[in-house]
């Protein structure tokens, strides 16, 4: 029987009508029902941002921490208990720009969880400034002449780190972003679904239509172990394609390279303090 | 200043950087302590790793050393310009136990005592500069009286791991040093006091800051440990590495601070005990960190290694001067705990209370130590780790269960996910008891006043400070952390003055008896390693009293003896005449 994560009473949502979250929420529920993950070992973690929100609206347990940290939080929650099933979900700002470097060295460090990355172009939260990937060009409040900078590209950055497991899905495209998000969940070490959405309140440009137009699936002939062809398809950006670009099974993950692991698989919570070791240690101080 | 015969032999060796100092201090400790001395050490070095001048300054004695003097009676140069950072302390009862082809002209023309021993040449003999500190390592033991069997035995111990070429002409140095201290001590008899020696030292330990604050950290459960390195702080992030495997601790060298206290913090949400370390500089970094512990009420041991800022400051040297940053560092309100050891007992039995104390209470707590603190090393008959086991305050979540329960203490029962029916909501936004984000004006005011209820706990469990003396008493000194040690040792030199001595290894919450106990002293001074006198406006803001004297010292260096002893004469003076 797979768990229900609906609550039992009426919850306010506090995202605008319309906005993609919407979906990524469903895609998200229905991904854990059919994985039949228990809500009892579940944790969701997020950072600040309408995205970070969206743990509030299942009904599991979650780590709801700091702008830009979710990732270190959520890597040390799979050191502390390895049988949790660990998702880190936050939005584009919160996880690309606040918490970039967090971003680069977890990948590098590869824990068994799932970053879920709103990507929307703009921060919602803030009323509408540039996020990391805002496309050149895009006018904001803040960037009164349009924004100057470089995009963000996670996916080139992730395949160039070798990252365990690259991927993006469109929200509105509720079905093949389950597909993903199942495989993401599924896979061992570090997966990255970064999830094309609307803003429909701060971004007038990339709309539902514009991400119809300028979005397509990787072709069926992809082999995502291919990482050079991977990186080169993630470069693309008309159309910016979609699915799985690369996973790599060679490093382990995380929390299995750990020397407290090494003699005792039982998560740290069950463990006593070993005094006589102590005892025992303090004898080498003696010479 | 103290007359007579000393009863303690203070050597200084200098040299720069890469020249072996370190290999020498621990090997020097292991063979006096072997030969039934005393012994206490502190390095001071340059922040480089290659060339610029290095110290260690050891002392010997019958009975327990444990902080810094500025007397040296006997120094080593190993360079040329070995003495000139020193030549304020060099006096000419002190012996200049070196080389003449390096030590300047000028020492022996201003009267001071050199004695030349071909240090170099005998080094280049040994096998080349690299064997310098084994060479010095033996004219020292021979002239101190200490069997080569002795030297040789602590050699295999500590050198047992290095290739089996370069132990054999490390032997080969050491025995060749010997011979020429051996010759020395009987070339100049009376040169230096004869130290008793005592039989009980074998099972005594040498531990530094970091040993105690680490087997403290293990008494107290710690299994995690996320960490940015960063001096002093890092011995420490070594000492849990190196245990990783035996004591099943999650060590973690995270990208940066930031990173480094919220791994602490999913940790410890978790089920984990987990510790984080670093100095001043990486403490800024973590304090939004500190703060969302505050908000979801998560235990945390933060450990700070203090050395002077600001910023970058003097990276490898000591202060205390981050008492405040560590008090008042935050956004919003929430309660925490300071701890500062120091002795190393202290350091110990802190480090455990640490743990259980941010598990009781669900909040941060810190750890202050410096520089002075974590490297000096301290010989001690035992370190007391406490047998019973550590308490877990974790419950089995049902199904009903609410991170935030509402109670009269502040404290509600901590569920980790995985451990039970129910779900464990933690959130940085105002929550209600559920954890759930609210804007709800009544429910923040019941967690503001839910959370800071726990103060009153946390003051009441307040570790009262150390009495050295009595009270009511003429004089009081109050000092904090590590001053411990120096002002203990300039007390027993006074001798007859009615002075007292009040240690606190708890900063905050501060115990309720300070104004009670300040009040019955009719002169009041502090001493503390900063330059503003931190911890006495924390005293006057909570009991409204101040002193009548001050000793900041805020150079990079510890407190030595002499100058306290010094400072405190004049304390005492300066109070007759008022």
């Known amino acids: 029987m797979p768990e229900d994560f609906d609550f039992d009473h009426a919850i306010d949502i506090a995202w605008c009508p319309g906005c993609g979250n919407f979906n990524i929420l469903k895609a998200l529920k229905n991904t854990l029902a059919e994985l039949g993950v228990s809500r009892r070992t579940l944790v969701f973690v997020s950072g600040i941002g309408q995205a970070a929100k969206t743990p509030q609206y299942i009904r599991t347990s979650y780590f709801n921490g700091l702008h830009g940290r979710s990732l270190p939080a959520a890597t040390a929650i799979k050191a502390a208990n390895p049988s949790l099933t660990v998702i880190a979900e936050s939005g584009d700002g919160c996880t690309y720009g606040e918490g970039g470097n967090h971003f680069i060295h977890t990948i590098r460090r590869n824990p068994d969880i799932t970053n879920i990355v709103h990507n929307n172009m703009v921060y919602g939260l803030t009323k509408g400034q540039a996020s990391p990937t805002s496309r050149r060009g895009f006018l904001t409040p803040v960037q009164i002449t349009g924004v100057q900078l470089e995009p963000f590209n996670p996916l080139a950055l992730a395949i160039a780190l070798n990252a365990s497991f690259v991927a993006r899905a469109y929200s509105n495209d509720v079905e093949k972003t389950q597909e993903i998000l199942a495989r993401a969940i599924r896979h061992k070490g570090y997966a990255l679904v970064d999830i094309f959405q609307p803003c429909v309140s701060f971004n007038r440009v990339n709309t539902h239509q514009w991400y119809k137009n300028h979005t397509a699936y990787l072709d069926q002939t992809h082999d995502p172990a291919d990482r050079e062809a991977a990186f080169k398809l993630s470069l693309m950006t008309d159309p910016f394609l979609l699915g799985i670009f690369s996973i790599n099974r060679e490093n382990p993950p995380f929390e299995e390279t750990l020397a407290a692991y090494k003699d005792d698989k039982r998560p740290l919570f069950q463990r006593n303090v070993n005094m006589d070791a102590i005892a025992n240690l303090l004898k080498s101080f003696t010479a | 200043m103290q007359t007579g015969q000393p009863t303690d032999i203070s050597i200084l060796l200098s040299g720069e950087a890469g020249q072996g100092l370190q290999t020498l201090e621990r090997l020097m400790l292991g ?449 904090w952390g590590s001053t411990f040690h120096v002002v203990k040792e300039a007390l027993e030199a006074l001798g007859n003055i009615d002075i007292t001595f009040l240690h606190y290894a708890q900063i905050y919450p501060l115990h309720a008896q300070t104004a009670g106990m300040l009040l019955q002293a009719r002169k009041r001074m502090i001493i503390e390693g900063n330059a503003t006198g931190q911890f006495k406006r924390l005293i006057k803001m909570h009991t409204g009293l101040d002193f009548d004297a001050q000793f900041l010292k805020f150079d990079g260096m510890p407190f030595m003896l002499e100058e306290v002893i010094a400072r405190l004469e004049d304390f005492v003076k300066e109070s007759a005449h008022a």
Request: glycine fraction near 12%; charged fraction near 20%.
């Open chain 2, 31 to 479: 063979v006096f302590k072997r030969s039934g001395w005393y012994v206490h050490s502190y390095s001071e070095f340059m922040s480089r790793i290659r060339g610029g001048n290095n110290s260690t300054a050891l002392r010997i004695a019958s009975s327990p050393v444990d902080a810094c003097r500025e007397r040296i009676d006997i120094c080593v140069p190993f360079s040329a310009s070995a003495l000139d950072r020193f030549v304020k302390r060099i006096t000419p009862q002190t012996l200049i136990l070196g080389d003449s082809e390096i030590i300047p002209g000028r020492y022996q023309e201003q009267g001071l005592a050199v004695v030349n021993v071909p240090l170099i040449q005998m080094a280049k003999d040994a096998g080349g500069a690299i064997t310098l500190n084994m060479i010095v390592l033996g004219v020292l033991s021979g002239f101190l009286g200490v069997d080569l069997e002795l030297v040789m035995t602590q050699m295999g111990l500590s050198l047992s791991g290095t290739d089996t070429e370069r132990q054999a002409r490390n032997i080969a140095a050491a025995t060749k040093g010997h011979a020429a201290g051996v010759v020395l001590r009987e070339q100049k008899p009376g040169a230096l006091p004869a130290l008793a020696h005592s039989e009980t030292l074998s099972r005594a330990l040498l531990v530094n800051g970091i040993d105690a604050v680490g087997l403290g950290g293990l008494a107290g459960g710690c299994n995690f440990v996320s960490s940015y390195p960063m001096s002093p702080s890092t011995g420490l992030l070594v000492f849990f590495a190196r245990q990783a495997q035996a004591f099943g601790v999650v060590v973690e060298q995270a990208e940066d601070e930031i990173s480094a206290v919220n791994m602490a913090l999913g940790a410890w949400y978790a089920g984990g005990r987990a510790l984080v370390t670093t100095s001043g500089g990486g403490f800024a970094l973590m304090v939004e960190g500190l703060s969302l512990a505050g908000a979801i009420e998560s235990p945390l041991v933060i450990h700070i290694g203090q050395r002077p800022g600001p910023a970058t400051g003097l990276p490898t040297r000591t202060e205390q001067a981050d008492l405040e940053h560590a008090l008042y560092s935050g956004h919003g309100e929430f309660p925490r705990a300071i701890l500062a050891p120091g002795t190393m007992q202290e350091g110990c039995t802190l480090a455990r209370h640490a743990f259980e104390l941010a598990d009781t209470y669900q909040i941060p707590v810190i750890m202050l130590t410096d520089q002075g603190y974590l490297e000096s090393n301290h010989l001690v008959q035992g370190l007391e780790i406490g047998a019973a086991p550590v308490v877990n305050h974790l419950i089995e979540t049902d199904a009903g269960y609410r991170r935030y329960a509402l109670t009269d203490d502040g404290v509600s029962p901590r569920g980790i996910p995985g451990y039970g029916a129910g779900i464990v909501c933690a959130d940085s936004d105002e929550h209600d008891e559920g954890g759930y984000i609210t804007e709800d004006m009544d429910v923040r005011r019941a967690m503001v006043e839910k959370r800071l209820r726990k103060l009153r706990g946390l003051a009441n469990a307040a570790i009262p400070p150390t009495l050295v003396g009595k009270l009511p008493c003429t004089y009081l000194i109050v000092g």
